[in-house]
């Protein structure tokens, strides 16, 4: 029997989604508890001091989740947390064994956060310019293989799990034109992306959004309702 995990998240937080994600690819037993993010509770500072999801405790005695042992390890930071589960499950495929395929599936990693996160996000929190969405795209385009399942390799990895939540939600906002900008925008977005030059890009999205893991985790009619609450008046 393995140590405790305790995973604490919350169901609107994309980085919340990446861990459930490879939480599940992994099979690994584990005990998710809801953090509400908007309202802090005190003892959550002693999982994550800078009092954020996602976070996982690790080890130490069996407890209640919010009442967090001195003894069990805290590790917070999704892409940290990936290795983690990649390495507490070395048999899961999380990250391959080949050093070359290893150091692709971080440096998707890392260009994930560059050219998907930060431009994604600032188009629909900021209303910074889709192009931007679109460079990125195709940079992460770039580094998928022609006709592979998967970001890396021959296997779902810590890759997969840390664009998955960012695809079903470029998916969403294109498709329901939900986000902090001009009306129509979020629609133009998709509109460009079905350009044959993101043929790749797109089939790998649907591929992606096929998983058994991202329909087990995403609800989207939950992330439309949330979206629209954030952003219920847009510049015309
Ligand atoms: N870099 C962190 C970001 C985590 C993050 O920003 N989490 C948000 C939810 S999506 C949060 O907990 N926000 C509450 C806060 O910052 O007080 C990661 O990858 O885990």
Redo the contacts with the bound molecule.
């Keep these: 029997m393995s140590e405790q995990l305790t995973f604490y998240f919350?169901k609107f937080?994309?980085?919340s989604h990446k861990v459930e994600l490879a939480l599940i690819e992994a099979n690994a037993p584990y005990k998710a508890h809801q953090v509400d993010?908007f309202n802090?509770p005190e003892w959550f500072l002693k999982v994550n001091p800078v009092?954020?999801?996602?976070a996982v405790a690790y080890g130490g005695p069996s407890v209640e989740p919010d009442d967090p042992s001195p003894l069990s390890a805290k590790i917070?930071?999704?892409?940290v947390i990936l290795e983690f589960l990649a390495d507490l499950y070395p048999d899961s495929g999380l990250l391959p064994k080949d050093p070359v395929l290893r150091a692709k599936v971080r440096f998707f990693i890392n260009a994930n956060a560059k050219h998907i996160e930060d431009p994604l996000y600032a188009f629909i929190r900021k209303n910074e310019p889709y192009e931007n969405v679109l460079k990125g795209i195709e940079f992460i385009q770039g580094l998928l293989e022609e006709g592979s399942d998967f970001t890396v390799g021959d296997h779902y990895t810590i890759a997969d799990a840390c664009i998955t939540p960012h695809l079903a939600r470029l998916k969403t906002i294109t498709e329901h034109d939900i986000g902090n900008f001009p009306v129509g925008m979020g629609y133009k977005l998709g509109e460009e992306l079905k350009a044959p030059k993101f043929a790749k890009f797109m089939k790998y999205i649907q591929r992606t959004l096929e998983r058994p893991s991202l329909k087990q985790t995403y609800d989207e009619e939950f992330v439309i309702t949330l979206f629209k609450a954030f952003f219920p008046a847009r510049a015309q």
């Design positions: 919350n937080s994309h980085y993010f802090l009092g954020q999801v996602p917070a930071e999704s892409d």
